[in-house]
């Protein structure tokens, strides 16, 4: 995965391995560089590595194996207070004894900064996030939203090159955490910061980042723009975690080129784009995104397949409709159609025909 | 008096003012015998009873002589002065160590916690005459049987469990992503154990340190032990009273002892409340 040029490359994870007991590897093989100023995020559920590939990074744990750099210096004998990272936790870790301004003031001071300096950098960093009246404020008197742009104020007041966020929007409401998203990724671009944010929330992962780095089971399983996670997943599990998606398993029947053809499990059959699959006779299991399906025999390639669907649940969203259907077995397949005059609002009980376009049909691992 | 709910059996009715009656009498079992004492340190007359005068509340019965004597004499004054110095000093070692054992004690990857723990409490569990001996016994080896330091060790030996558990407790609710978050700031160890750790378990530092020095200054065995005449505390002095003299002296002693303990107890705790507010770590 070597996307990036070493030598530009700001945070490089090389052959990176972590064992808390010696023998399971919680971060099995990790390479990973990042070019400065890039936004990305590590996704994955809980237990895939991603917060402790964060921790390795802070210098709070310690790699097994492999080297992590930072602005092409090997960091790993170098303790947490000499990284100069700044961090935001995800309950905030704000010092309760201290006020706003004081914990804004705690790393500035550190680093031996004059009082004049200090005051300009806090009152800065606080108007930055909105919070410039609260400096005498302290953390127990500002609610959950508060804190986090405290701790973000508090993160980017040194000045670091390099910001860690460790779900640091898991605690809030959605509202705000919608608010807040939008104004982390502004603040990063804004200041040029280069930012590691760890979530395992995909939604948050897709608008913010640049980049998405999806773990699961130690691995990166796919590094990729937000755009290419969701549209060309690359394994089942990557179209698993990222979005909704609907999965139908089969064996190939035929490949050419571009498009191979499948046949379900019910006998049926229908084209898809072979992503992991090499040969014919090799099981599969397609992904495809809800809002790709398509009805209208119309718009279809001449010649496609269609498959059989029986309708079983109708739901109104408001902005679209979320119909789940019954295709080749499955009772769980979904499709999502835009709340349009002329969209079509079908009925539990109704039969109709569904295809696609092979290139929205991605052929994955079984 | 909260009025029963109309609900209640007569049963119910019964066990109630029950309880409240066996509440009271333990609180009187544990409070009646320094209250006794109090009017007892004011007897005109050199004996331990109440006086026929004392119980009519004839003003000649009662007088200060008791307290005159205790501060000119100049036994009660070396004790008072020696118990004066012991008590801080072994209060401050006990803070230190017992704090700094309570914190390696916290963290996860030190090895035997649990043993660790227990031998440094164990000074609270084992018979006092018991270790007071040990002590004796070791103390006269390294030469520090009968001075002022073993006095001291002795007792800070006896104040650190006080310290361990009630700084352990405060760190039980301390959030470690703070430790953290102040080196990711910069901060090295040292700065942030002043900066951010220590004033945070600060209230239970202090509680530790408040035992500690009750401990110390109201020891008697291992000072019998480890020390001399020269390093007599004031317990020291009022147990040698009773077996000699029988002066109602010590009554006084143990008066202005109870008074100053409160006065110790409530100063601290109001100061404790007082940073804590401040703090924001309880709500206002």
Request: charged share 20%; glycine share 8%; net charge neutral.
């Given at each position: 995965?070597?996307?990036?040029?070493?030598?530009?490359?700001?945070?490089?994870?090389?052959?990176?391995?972590?064992?808390?007991?010696?023998?399971?590897?919680?971060?099995?093989?990790?390479?990973?560089?990042?070019?400065?100023?890039?936004f990305l995020t590590m996704l994955g559920?809980?237990?895939?590595?991603k917060?402790?590939?964060?921790?390795?990074?802070?210098?709070?744990?310690?790699?097994?194996?492999?080297?992590?750099?930072?602005?092409?210096?090997?960091?790993?004998?170098?303790?947490?207070?000499?990284?100069?990272?700044?961090?935001?936790?995800?309950?905030?870790?704000?010092?309760?004894?201290?006020?706003?301004?004081?914990?804004?003031?705690?790393?500035?001071?550190?680093?031996?900064?004059?009082?004049?300096?200090?005051?300009?950098?806090?009152?800065?960093?606080?108007?930055?996030?909105?919070?410039?009246?609260?400096?005498?404020?302290?953390?127990?008197?500002?609610?959950?939203?508060?804190?986090?742009?405290?701790?973000?104020?508090?993160?980017?007041?040194?000045?670091?090159?390099?910001?860690?966020?460790?779900?640091?929007?898991?605690?809030?409401?959605?509202?705000?955490?919608?608010?807040?998203q939008?104004?982390?990724?502004?603040?990063?671009?804004?200041?040029?910061?280069?930012?590691?944010y760890v979530t395992h929330d995909q939604t948050e992962a897709l608008t913010m980042s640049?980049r998405v780095a999806v773990f699961?089971?130690?691995?990166?399983?796919?590094?990729?723009?937000p755009?290419?996670l969701y549209?060309?997943?690359?394994?089942?599990?990557?179209?698993?975690f990222i979005g909704?998606?609907?999965?139908?398993?089969?064996?190939?029947?035929?490949?050419?080129?571009?498009?191979?053809?499948?046949?379900?499990?019910?006998?049926?059959?229908?084209?898809?784009?072979?992503?992991?699959?090499?040969?014919?006779?090799?099981?599969?299991?397609?992904?495809?995104?809800?809002?790709?399906?398509?009805?209208?025999?119309?718009?279809?390639?001449?010649?496609?397949?269609?498959?059989?669907?029986?309708?079983?649940?109708?739901?109104?969203?408001?902005?679209?409709?979320?119909?789940?259907?019954?295709?080749?077995?499955?009772?769980?397949?979904?499709?999502?159609?835009?709340?349009?005059?002329?969209?079509?609002?079908?009925?539990?009980?109704?039969?109709?025909?569904?295809?696609?376009?092979?290139?929205?049909?991605?052929?994955?691992?079984? | 008096?909260?009025?029963?709910?109309?609900?209640?059996?007569?049963?119910?009715?019964?066990?109630?003012?029950?309880?409240?009656?066996?509440?009271?009498?333990?609180?009187?079992?544990?409070?009646?015998?320094?209250?006794?004492?109090?009017?007892?340190?004011?007897?005109?007359?050199?004996?331990?009873?109440?006086?026929?005068?004392?119980?009519?509340?004839?003003?000649?019965?009662?007088?200060?002589?008791?307290?005159?004597?205790?501060?000119?004499?100049?036994?009660?004054?070396?004790?008072?002065?020696?118990?004066?110095?012991?008590?801080?000093?072994?209060?401050?070692?006990?803070?230190?160590?017992?704090?700094?054992?309570?914190?390696?004690?916290?963290?996860?990857?030190?090895?035997?916690?649990?043993?660790?723990?227990?031998?440094?409490?164990?000074?609270?569990?084992?018979?006092?005459?018991?270790?007071?001996?040990?002590?004796?016994?070791?103390?006269?080896?390294?030469?520090?049987?009968?001075?002022?330091?073993?006095?001291?060790?002795?007792?800070?030996?006896?104040?650190?469990?006080?310290?361990?558990?009630?700084?352990?407790?405060?760190?039980?609710?301390?959030?470690?992503?703070?430790?953290?978050?102040?080196?990711?700031?910069?901060?090295?160890?040292?700065?942030?154990?002043?900066?951010?750790?220590?004033?945070?378990?600060?209230?239970?530092?202090?509680?530790?340190?408040?035992?500690?020095?009750?401990?110390?200054?109201?020891?008697?065995?291992?000072?019998?032990?480890?020390?001399?005449?020269?390093?007599?505390?004031?317990?020291?002095?009022?147990?040698?009273?009773?077996?000699?003299?029988?002066?109602?002296?010590?009554?006084?002693?143990?008066?202005?002892?109870?008074?100053?303990?409160?006065?110790?107890?409530?100063?601290?705790?109001?100061?404790?409340?007082?940073?804590?507010?401040?703090?924001?770590?309880?709500?206002?």
């Amino acid at each position: 995965m070597a996307d990036t040029n070493r030598e530009d490359a700001f945070v490089v994870f090389d052959r990176v391995q972590k064992s808390y007991d010696g023998e399971t590897l919680v971060v099995k093989d990790l390479n990973l560089s990042m070019p400065r100023g890039e936004f990305l995020t590590m996704l994955g559920p809980s237990g895939s590595g991603k917060t402790t590939c964060l921790m390795m990074l802070a210098g709070f744990e310690t790699a097994t194996h492999g080297e992590i750099l930072l602005g092409g210096r090997p960091i790993n004998n170098i303790p947490p207070h000499k990284r100069g990272i700044g961090m935001v936790f995800q309950n905030y870790a704000l010092f309760p004894h201290m006020t706003v301004a004081e914990n804004l003031s705690f790393p500035l001071e550190v680093r031996g900064i004059g009082k004049s300096e200090r005051e300009e950098k806090i009152k800065g960093a606080l108007e930055r996030v909105q919070m410039g009246d609260f400096g005498g404020r302290r953390p127990a008197q500002l609610s959950g939203g508060q804190q986090q742009r405290v701790a973000l104020a508090r993160a980017l007041v040194f000045e670091p090159e390099l910001v860690l966020m460790d779900e640091p929007l898991g605690a809030l409401d959605k509202q705000l955490r919608e608010t807040l998203q939008f104004e982390i990724t502004h603040l990063a671009h804004e200041l040029g910061i280069t930012t590691v944010y760890v979530t395992h929330d995909q939604t948050e992962a897709l608008t913010m980042s640049d980049r998405v780095a999806v773990f699961d089971d130690g691995m990166i399983q796919q590094l990729a723009s937000p755009d290419k996670l969701y549209e060309e997943p690359q394994n089942s599990f990557v179209a698993q975690f990222i979005g909704e998606n609907n999965t139908l398993e089969g064996v190939v029947t035929e490949i050419r080129g571009d498009l191979c053809e499948i046949r379900l499990d019910n006998g049926e059959i229908i084209d898809a784009k072979p992503v992991n699959v090499s040969k014919v006779g090799e099981r599969t299991r397609m992904s495809i995104r809800p809002e790709r399906v398509e009805m209208n025999k119309e718009r279809l390639q001449e010649g496609a397949h269609t498959l059989k669907a029986e309708v079983l649940e109708f739901i109104y969203m408001g902005d679209i409709f979320r119909t789940r259907l019954r295709v080749a077995g499955n009772d769980d397949f979904i499709i999502k159609t835009r709340n349009a005059p002329d969209q079509l609002r079908l009925k539990p009980g109704e039969k109709i025909e569904i295809g696609w376009l092979p290139s929205d049909c991605r052929a994955l691992d079984a | 008096m909260a009025a029963l709910p109309p609900y209640t059996t007569l049963g119910q009715r019964i066990w109630h003012y029950t309880f409240r009656t066996i509440v009271g009498l333990v609180l009187f079992f544990l409070i009646a015998p320094i209250l006794v004492i109090i009017p007892l340190s004011f007897n005109a007359e050199n004996f331990f009873t109440y006086t026929p005068g004392m119980l009519a509340l004839d003003s000649e019965a009662y007088s200060l002589k008791h307290y005159r004597d205790f501060f000119n004499n100049s036994d009660w004054q070396q004790a008072m002065r020696n118990s004066l110095m012991i008590a801080p000093a072994a209060t401050l070692i006990s803070v230190g160590l017992g704090t700094l054992a309570a914190i390696g004690l916290s963290q996860s990857h030190v090895p035997f916690r649990r043993a660790i723990m227990a031998i440094l409490i164990s000074p609270m569990i084992v018979p006092l005459i018991i270790s007071a001996a040990g002590m004796y016994f070791f103390y006269s080896r390294v030469g520090l049987q009968g001075t002022y330091l073993g006095v001291v060790l002795g007792h800070a030996a006896l104040g650190i469990p006080f310290v361990i558990i009630t700084v352990t407790a405060t760190l039980v609710g301390f959030d470690r992503s703070l430790t953290r978050a102040a080196a990711n700031m910069g901060a090295n160890p040292v700065t942030t154990f002043f900066r951010v750790q220590m004033p945070l378990i600060l209230p239970g530092v202090i509680s530790g340190g408040l035992f500690a020095f009750i401990t110390s200054f109201d020891e008697v065995v291992v000072v019998l032990f480890v020390g001399s005449a020269g390093q007599k505390t004031l317990p020291w002095q009022m147990f040698i009273g009773l077996r000699e003299q029988i002066s109602p002296t010590i009554l006084a002693v143990a008066t202005i002892l109870v008074a100053l303990s409160i006065m110790l107890l409530t100063t601290v705790e109001l100061l404790r409340r007082r940073s804590e507010r401040l703090r924001g770590i309880s709500p206002g």
